[in-house]
């Protein structure tokens, strides 16, 4: 009996560390963790019920016109009155709005909810996201979660669910297994499939690289055809990616509601604007994509920003700071995104405000305040740009009691310390927001100023004596685009030579990505990418060897993560010095890393740094 | 061992209790071939899944574990009964009135004791090196799927155990194993494998198994009921390899 005894109580005692170590384990909401999963529903709801609140003496934006000095009542997770000199009962916790602007909550009619989306776009003011590709996971639950009213930390998602493209087309290169057409005959049993799997609209790629000096296999006319037309039948819309003007005009023509971005090739002619107004579509011109891609402006002021900075989880600081590589040798087409946008918008073209987070230079709920600067700057009043995050998107998306301040209007609202209609960058400046009338924790600004000062003095000084970069491996890593959706990939491998060692690289750089590379990159410190002083070194002597002749050297430095790299060619088989003082915007007192890659496509192939020091 | 309790008829959850208890033992005084079966598949994922390749944890996570504890299960069941055959073990075990479901139920303790601490071992790594989050409940569920899925392969395992004999039982369930976990994609995902060789995944139940990890961990969404239709098909079908081998060991042991 009593070795009964001692078995049970160990089987019980294993059962116990078993749950408890899965209890342990890490949820999404913890930070910071590579965010592959797409579930964006469950989680630690037990959020108080939200009692009546009054915001007052505020300036309300109602999604369409603007109201001084105004009171707002919330109960429930809907509003119940607005307008000025409205009795505020006792019972009611009051806010006061003097100063303020309250908004409704923010629409971003372009992104990819994946991983941990909606609650990091909440805390930027982000209460709705209009999903243009991910896997379709739990779309019951999500659709349930944006129909009630329960307290939520999350912004509601509606999607496209998985997109419409060609075998091996745009879309298929993120590793999730996306269902592709091949012909206009499975257009309508796709479209069945999408709306079977709960998608709320239809997203169809219409890109055949030739915007980044690739190409890729796009889907037929006739399939785009048959697809609008099939969307169309079941009341569904049916939006487009585009990447050029003449594809643009394509979906036009094969009757899209909408395009989910713009394209930078061209700028729009009369014709173009006379086909759009006729065909009555709407454009998310993504400008903060394309700024990233088309060498537009940055997202420093974001990343720096008084109040957001200290929301940022490290994922989204990282992603923010990235730019598309080879975006600054498209620089001088980003005038004819900004150009494009205002004409459109000048002929009525209804615009709404998409980022495409979580792409390079994006991230969740903070570029939507980018996005709304974007489209000032391209023509757009304040008040416009406020409209096509709120109530543009509301209408023509169909998401019902969103995007407002008005009774009965969801309870989704900003708040705003000052009046974007002034200054749009202002929009930038959230207090605080609540989702279905609650209100939802934020980080606090005073830390965030800690934030970005941790962040400057992590750069420690070090000697200047010569280092040899090939004495640590673990600065070492290897890097491809694979990281970035590409197909290239790469890595790296220590082998010995007679009194030192070499890193020898794997690379297998394959056309998939606009500027495919591989190679293999040192840190200056042991994190990826952080700054470290080298202002003391003078030069760079490296060796390299191996087949090809398009190695480049890339030189990571700057305060802002996401700087364009300085790029050198690097000769093969033999010693090559490069002098820092020649390299006009190195900045060695914030370098970060010093990458060697291989980027012209071609088999795989194996090439050694045999010799990388900083002297 | 002395004290297995003698019963006439029925399974009583005494004897089942002694079965699984006789296991634990049998886990816990032979680290020598618990610790292996243990780490072998955790390993298998901190090399492959974590380190070979980058960025993927999340979805290898599922596959590996999926992979872990079919191990598991074809192991402790195939390669321990045959041996355990070879010992006369079952022939003492036949003179008794034990139930054949006792015997089983205690084996199949054994495996979803060793499929839950392989799932969470590699839950760990990932969260840990890995970088992969999930809700608390998927973490859960993960386990939970796959400490359910043991039982085809636990049957299939015992089906091949009692048809075969001692010597021949490793390598034969190896070379099941292996190719069937390579075929269902648990190593690589079956969109990557050469074109001739997706279309057996189906066929194949780690694969339908895969599928439902994955579902739970929130990496690709499935038809649950479809899948779960078809292990519950296969692991009739074990059930009566099962069957087979018992009548043919009640003739020869």
Request: charged content about 15%; glycine content about 10%; hydrophobic content about 45%.
């Amino acid at each position: 009996m009593k070795s009964g005894f001692v078995a049970a109580l160990s089987i019980v005692g294993l059962v116990v560390v078993l749950v408890t170590a899965v209890l342990l384990l890490p949820g999404p909401e913890s930070a910071p963790g590579a965010t592959t999963g797409s579930s964006e529903n469950a989680g630690k709801e037990s959020l108080a019920a939200p009692s009546l609140t009054a915001i007052v003496n505020v300036r309300v934006f109602d999604g369409e016109s603007v109201l001084e000095s105004a009171n707002v009542l919330f109960s429930d997770g809907r509003i119940s009155e607005v307008g000025r000199g409205i009795g505020v009962p006792h019972r009611a916790s009051v806010i006061d709005g003097r100063g303020k602007t309250l908004l409704p909550g923010l629409v971003d009619s372009h992104v990819h909810a994946i991983g941990t989306a909606g609650a990091e776009a909440v805390e930027f003011g982000v209460t709705t996201l209009l999903d243009m590709f991910s896997m379709p996971v739990n779309l019951g639950q999500m659709r349930d979660q944006r129909q009630g009213l329960a307290p939520t930390a999350r912004a509601d998602v509606f999607t496209a669910g998985y997109l419409a493209t060609a075998a091996g087309g745009h879309g298929t290169q993120y590793g999730v297994p996306v269902p592709t057409l091949s012909s206009p005959a499975e257009a309508d049993d796709w479209v069945a499939a999408r709306l079977e799997e709960g998608s709320d609209f239809i997203k169809i790629v219409i890109e055949d690289g030739s915007a980044f000096s690739g190409s890729l296999p796009t889907l037929s006319r006739e399939t785009v055809d048959a697809l609008v037309e099939s969307a169309h039948r079941r009341n569904t819309l049916a939006v487009a990616h585009v990447s050029t003007y003449d594809d643009a005009m394509m979906a036009i023509e094969a009757g899209v509601d909408g395009l989910v971005h713009l394209f930078a090739d061209r700028q729009v002619d009369t014709a173009f604007i006379e086909a759009a107004v006729e065909a009555g579509i709407f454009v998310v011109p993504t400008a903060t994509v394309m700024a990233s891609a088309y060498g537009g402006p940055g997202t420093e002021w974001l990343r720096r920003h008084e109040i957001l900075a200290g929301r940022l989880g490290a994922m989204q600081r990282q992603s923010l700071a990235q730019s598309f590589p080879g975006s600054e040798s498209r620089a001088s087409m980003w005038a004819n995104v900004e150009f494009n946008i205002g004409a459109l918008h000048d002929a009525g073209i209804p615009i709404l405000a998409g980022t495409d987070a979580p792409n390079p230079g994006t991230a969740q709920g903070v570029s939507i305040h980018a996005e709304l600067a974007l489209l000032v700057e391209s023509g757009l009043d304040p008040v416009d740009a406020l409209r096509s995050a709120t109530l543009i998107p509301t209408r023509l998306f169909g998401l019902g009691d969103r995007g407002c301040i008005r009774p009965g209007c969801r309870a989704d609202l900003v708040l705003i310390d000052g009046n974007p209609l002034a200054a749009i960058e202002t929009s930038a400046r959230v207090e605080s927001i609540w989702k279905n009338g609650y209100r939802v924790p934020v980080q606090q600004p005073e830390s965030s100023t800690a934030q970005e000062q941790t962040e400057g003095s992590k750069a420690t000084p070090r000697p200047a004596e010569s280092v040899d970069l090939l004495d640590d491996p673990t600065r070492w890593m290897a890097a491809a685009d694979d990281y970035m959706g590409g197909k290239s990939s790469a890595s790296i491998d220590w082998i010995r030579l007679a009194d030192s060692r070499a890193l020898q690289v794997r690379a297998d750089v394959e056309q998939g990505f606009a500027f495919p590379y591989a190679g293999a990159m040192w840190n200056t410190t042991g994190i990826p990418m952080q700054p470290a002083d080298h202002s003391g070194h003078r030069r760079l002597v490296l060796e390299i060897d191996g087949p090809g002749s398009d190695y480049q050297l890339m030189l990571f430095s700057g305060k802002a993560m996401g700087a364009q790299p300085i790029r050198a060619p690097l000769p093969v088989g033999r010693e090559s010095v490069v002098e820092f003082g020649e390299m006009g915007g190195l900045d060695l007192a914030t370098l970060r890393a010093i990458g060697v890659f291989a980027t012209s496509p071609s088999d795989e192939r194996r090439f050694t740094i045999t010799r990388a020091r900083l002297e | 061992m002395n004290n297995v309790s003698i019963r006439t008829s029925g399974i009583r959850p005494a004897a089942l209790w002694q079965f699984v208890q006789c296991q634990w033992l049998n886990l816990v005084r032979m680290p020598a071939y618990s610790l292996p079966t243990l780490l072998f598949p955790v390993m298998f994922y901190a090399f492959f899944g974590l380190v070979m390749i980058r960025g993927q944890a999340h979805y290898l996570l599922a596959t590996f574990a999926t992979f872990g504890i079919m191990g598991a299960a074809l192991f402790s069941f195939g390669v321990g009964i045959a041996t355990e055959r070879a010992q006369g073990w079952f022939t003492l075990l036949r003179a008794t009135p034990a139930p054949l479901a006792g015997v089983v139920a205690g084996k199949w303790f054994g495996a979803a004791i060793f499929a839950a601490i392989i799932v969470v071992l590699m839950e760990v790594l990932a969260a840990v090196f890995g970088g992969v989050r999930m809700h608390p409940g998927q973490w859960l569920g993960l386990v939970g799927v796959l400490v359910a899925g043991t039982l085809p392969f636990c049957l299939l395992g015992l089906g091949l155990g009692l048809l075969m004999s001692p010597n021949a039982a490793p390598a034969i369930i190896n070379i099941v194993y292996l190719p069937l976990g390579f075929l269902s994609g648990l190593w690589i995902p079956v969109s990557q494998l050469p074109g001739w060789m997706q279309s057996f995944a189906e066929w194949l139940p780690p694969y339908h198994l895969a599928r439902l990890a994955l579902h739970v961990a929130g990496v690709q969404p499935t038809d649950v009921l479809l899948n779960v239709l078809v292990l519950v098909g296969f692991s009739g079908i074990f059930s009566l390899l099962v069957v087979v081998g018992w009548r043919r060991t009640r003739r020869s042991p």
